[in-house]
T-cell receptor, first 111, second 113 residues
Framework: TQLLEQSPQFLSIQEGENLTVYCNSS?????LQWYRQEPGEGPVLLVT?????EVKKLKRLTFQFGDARKDSSLHITAAQPGDTGLYLC???????????FGAGTQVVVTP | EAQVTQNPRYLITVTGKKLTVTCSQN?????MSWYRQDPGLGLRQIYY???????DKGDVPEGYKVSRKEKRNFPLILESPSPNQTSLYFC????????????FGPGTRLTVT
């Protein structure tokens, strides 16, 4: 089983709609990162959340870290085609700082 | 421009033919790592390096080798590739290991027939 479960696996919406993707685990983490990967490119860091209950905003993207630091969500308001991509969550899993990724949510925003 | 470069970007090879995928970063980062990405499995770490001459296994190291002789370079070596190593490979680097942003290269799509 995956340490991080991301849902849904795939999401297709129209431009202007809102969406939320989730990253869940039964483990507690000191921090969690969200990356976006566009076709043909490597993942790019969007945000790091470190405090339980923390909410961070990046333009139309809102990231929340669960109170118990076991889960996180990413909400996109008024999605645009440029938001299309694979959204990955990742956590540090050992003292050497090894990152472990979820399988990702593929988001497609059509005009 | 700060970047991580990988070569080649695409490679089709045959079972058993040794190959090397190069990775280079120009940000003076100490920490570098290799991942493979497969559908439904996400990114899985193959090997990582804390600094020059310091490397260690990640989650899926079987069939791979690495070396870190210079800070900027971290090549991935497949001594005897097999079809189950067909995948999309990413090199990444960061200032340190704990919580730092990882900068990823553009990826190398490898097909082993």
């Amino acid at each position: 089983t995956q340490l991080l479960e991301q849902s849904p696996q795939f999401l297709s919406i129209q431009e202007g709609e809102n969406l939320t993707v989730y990253c869940n685990s039964s483990s507690v983490f000191s921090s969690l990162q969200w990356y976006r990967q566009e076709p043909g490119e490597g993942p790019v860091l969007l945000v790091t959340v470190v405090t339980g209950g923390e909410v961070k905003k990046l333009k139309r993207l809102t990231f929340q870290f669960g109170d118990a630091r076991k889960d996180s969500s990413l909400h996109i308001t008024a999605a645009q085609p440029g938001d299309t991509g694979l959204y990955l969550c990742a956590v540090i899993t050992d003292s050497w700082g090894k990152l472990q990724f979820g399988a990702g949510t593929q988001v497609v925003v059509t005009p | 421009e700060a970047q991580v470069t990988q070569n080649p970007r695409y490679l089709i090879t045959v079972t058993g033919k040794k190959l090397t995928v190069t990775c280079s970063q120009n940000m003076n980062h100490e920490y570098m790592s290799w991942y493979r990405q497969d559908p439904g499995l996400g990114l899985r770490q193959i090997y990582y390096s804390m600094n020059v001459e310091v490397t260690d296994k990640g989650d899926v190291p079987e069939g791979y080798k690495v070396s870190r002789k210079e800070k900027r370079n971290f090549p991935l070596i497949l001594e005897s590739p097999s079809p189950n190593q067909t995948s999309l490979y990413f090199c990444a680097s960061s200032l340190g290991s704990r919580g730092y942003e990882q900068y990823f290269g553009p990826g190398t799509r490898l097909t082993v027939t």
